[in-house]
């Protein structure tokens, strides 16, 4: 069996195989009302248990939807901000909404220790959320550290796990991975421990492991009956060079968030385009905008308008609109999209004090 990595070594190349590999749905947005942008647009590609979702959304069940934030790093990046439009649109659906904060995690697999990861979250990482567009006022937070709950069904869940099926899920079967891989089924699962309800996780496809062995888990439970997480992944954005997935290996190449919009124009001016080799040919033939990675950030991120997207998407294919427009009309949404986000984490840092953290005993 292929394996997918939620530690960063293997990517996904082939959507579609990814798919049958692994024996998951192909995202069906009919299930869902009013699909926001990324489901549309297929960017949202797989998913597990849908129909549950879909099921409580309209029968006015209650369901949850869960992410955490891995305080590691002093930035985000593009992968975190589908997640957060994902959550906020299940959020707007009535869906419960809950944040962790992998403090644990982070220390356990990262060596950040709970003081930095706390100190990262405040700072940083929660208003980054807020400002992408989670709710706050609806959103419950809680840090790993603080939840005896999670940390006595991490060992709970422990006995339902072999090593062989460890490997077979991550390749690695480290003691920190473990740790850190049981703690994350413990978290899909907290908002089910006091009342039994479906609940959705929206990851990237590198976090499938985590997911998997969840609902293996549940499915393992004979007496403590919870509902298997149900999951919607979504795509890597590309690196501009038109690698599968951005990475800071190649800073050239990646975007991270926030950062200096000028900075980021001088990449996006470097990108991989789907120009043609002269603006001869390019007028007659149009552009190959299935490699054009500046249209595929434009896409998925910087621009909201179907309509607007689409008469883009007209003018380059036709030829009509060079790469170097393209570009130019990037820089430009870029520059927006940094500056409102910036300014969004600072409005937000000022709401720190009233979130709704979980009280535990």
């Keep these: 069996m292929k394996k997918i990595d939620p530690y960063g070594s293997e990517l996904v190349k082939d959507y579609g195989k990814f798919n049958t590999d692994f024996h998951l749905e192909k995202f069906d947005a009919s299930l869902?009302?009013?699909?926001?942008r990324i489901m549309k647009r297929g960017v949202v590609f797989s998913g597990i248990g849908q129909k549950v979702i879909s099921d409580a959304i309209k029968l006015k069940k209650r369901f949850y939807v869960l992410s955490g934030i891995m305080p590691t790093a002093d930035k985000i990046h593009f992968g975190n901000?589908?997640?957060?439009?994902?959550?906020?649109?299940?959020?707007?659906?009535?869906?419960e909404t809950y944040i962790l904060i992998a403090d644990l995690e982070a220390e356990a697999t990262r060596g950040v220790s709970l003081e930095q990861a706390r100190k990262r979250a405040f700072d940083f990482h929660i208003p980054a959320y807020i400002a992408l567009g989670l709710d706050p006022k609806k959103t419950k937070f809680y840090f790993q550290s603080e939840n005896s709950d999670v940390m006595k069904a991490t060992s709970l869940f422990s006995r339902k796990v072999t090593l062989n099926q460890f490997l077979a899920l991550y390749g690695n079967a480290e003691p920190s991975r473990i740790l850190g891989a049981l703690t994350q089924v413990a978290d899909i699962l907290y908002p089910q421990f006091k009342e039994r309800m479906p609940g959705i996780i929206p990851v990237g496809p590198d976090?499938?492991?985590?997911?998997?062995?969840?609902?293996?888990?549940?499915?393992?439970?004979?007496?403590?009956?919870?509902?298997?997480?149900?999951?919607v992944f979504h795509k890597y954005t590309p690196s501009l060079d038109g690698s599968i997935k951005m990475s800071k290996s190649k800073p050239e190449s990646c975007i991270e968030l926030p950062e200096d919009?000028?900075?980021?124009c001088k990449k996006i001016k470097r990108a991989l385009s789907g120009g043609r080799d002269t603006l001869?040919?390019?007028?007659?033939?149009?552009?190959v905008i299935e490699k054009d990675m500046v249209f595929e950030l434009m896409k998925?991120?910087?621009?909201?308008?179907?309509?607007?997207?689409?008469?883009?998407?007209?003018?380059y294919k036709s030829g009509k609109m060079t790469s170097g427009a393209l570009k130019e009309i990037a820089c430009v949404k870029m520059e927006d999209f940094m500056n409102n986000f910036v300014k969004g984490i600072e409005k937000a840092k000022k709401q720190i004090g009233s979130l709704k953290f979980v009280k535990f005993k």
């Design 300 to 315: 998925q991120h910087l621009i909201a308008d179907d309509k607007e997207l689409n008469k883009i998407y007209k003018k």
């Design 32 to 36: 869902f009302p009013k699909p926001n």
């Design 261 to 264: 919009p000028k900075s980021v």
């Design 280 to 287: 001869e040919e390019h007028r007659k033939l149009g552009a």
């Design 207 to 231: 976090q499938l492991p985590h997911i998997l062995l969840a609902r293996d888990i549940v499915s393992k439970m004979k007496t403590e009956k919870f509902f298997a997480p149900s999951a």
């Design 81 to 95: 901000k589908m997640v957060v439009e994902n959550i906020a649109y299940f959020q707007k659906l009535g869906a």
